[in-house]
Structures are given as structure tokens and as C-alpha cells.
């Protein structure tokens, strides 16, 4: 049986962490998160303005496959988790899929535009996140209320494999949506045993 890519995505501040993390955790899976990598990026290559917050996000996600594709090819199911925007994400993954076969499974985090720009600000206004959090500004805050307000976010990536939408406006029971994901896995390798 192909290992499992798990794909957590959804809008900035829809809650795509809070449910990553545990999600792993729960399953076993190793994750590989945009936000850590950006991080990561800003604090060994440097700190910096606008652009290099915005360079280190788009650099982010060929990192991120790049590590999926070297767990996935040893055979190693991963979680990733970021905004994807769905058509991109679709060719990329598609691609990935081609050269290193995987069973995927998409979890997409939904919440209100309002409790996804009060969760962002909350993020860039606390001292308890990573500073780089402090830098996308306003023009970053107006990207992400057009693309809530375009609905970019709330469309799953189209790629075959299961779906699981999670509302994120209220708390998630990760237990019971571990147990689902998994459950549908184990039954998927089942089938194909």
C-alpha cells in the first residue's frame, strides 16, 4: 500500500495549525508546516521587510514538497500543512503523485472571514508568535480579505482522494477526526490488500 499524504488547508487564521498539530501527533505522522519553514528561513538566513516575508512564503512550498517528496518515496505517510490555493496545489501535488505514488487525503479548515482576518490580526499582534508574523502589514491584511471574500480558500484542492471539511469556527474534536481519517485509510488499504 502507497503511504499517505495528508494535506491541511484552508485560509490564513482557519485554524489550519490548531488542528494540523494535534492531528499528527494523534495519527503518527511527521509535519511539515509552511509557517515553520518560513520561520525557520527567516531566522538563519535573517529578518527582513515586506519582500522577504513574502519570498520566504513563496520559497516555502517547493521546500515543503521537497521534504514530503523524500518521506513519501521511503515510504513514510506526511502531513503538510498550509493555504494552498487549489489549482496550483492540484498541479503540484499532481506531479508529486506521478513520480512517487501516494494515497492523499485533504483536510480543508472552513471558518468565517471574520473569525479568519480576527485570528490573523490576533496572530501579527502578539508577542507569543514568531516575530515574522508582525511583518505582512496592511497590504498583506488586504490580500487575505480579497481572497476570503473571492471564496479562494473554501474550495478543496481537486486531486482524487478523501475529503474531510472541518469547521473550524468552533473547537475540532481531533480524536474523533483522527479516528475517521484513520479509520477510512485502514478500510482504503483493506480494499486494495
Request: some cysteine; glycine content about 8%.
Amino acid at each position: 500500500m502507497p503511504p499517505t499524504l495528508i494535506v491541511v488547508t484552508g485560509a490564513p487564521g482557519s485554524g489550519k495549525s490548531t488542528v494540523a498539530v494535534p492531528l499528527a501527533r494523534r495519527l503518527g505522522v511527521p509535519l511539515i508546516a509552511k509557517d515553520d519553514i518560513k520561520e525557520a528561513l527567516w531566522d538563519h538566513i535573517g529578518p527582513g521587510d515586506r519582500d522577504r516575508f513574502l519570498a520566504y512564503g513563496r520559497a516555502s512550498y517547493p521546500l515543503m514538497l521537497l521534504v514530503s517528496r523524500l518521506l513519501l518515496d521511503a515510504g513514510q505517510s506526511v502531513m503538510i500543512e498550509a493555504n494552498f490555493a487549489p489549482e496550483l496545489a492540484a498541479d503540484e501535488l499532481g506531479r508529486l503523485q506521478a513520480d512517487v505514488p501516494f494515497h492523499f487525503v485533504q483536510i480543508l479548515c472552513l471558518a468565517d472571514a471574520e473569525t479568519c482576518l480576527a485570528r490573523y490580526s490576533e496572530r501579527a499582534d502578539t508577542d507569543r508568535r514568531h516575530p515574522m508574523h508582525r511583518v505582512g502589514g496592511e497590504e498583506t491584511v488586504a490580500r487575505l480579505e480579497r481572497g476570503l471574500r473571492d471564496g479562494l480558500w473554501e474550495r478543496p484542492i481537486p486531486l482524487h482522494g478523501e475529503l474531510f471539511t472541518v469547521n473550524t469556527n468552533t473547537p475540532v474534536d481531533v480524536e474523533a477526526l483522527a479516528d475517521d481519517v484513520g479509520g477510512r485509510t485502514q478500510r482504503r488499504g483493506q480494499a486494495e490488500a
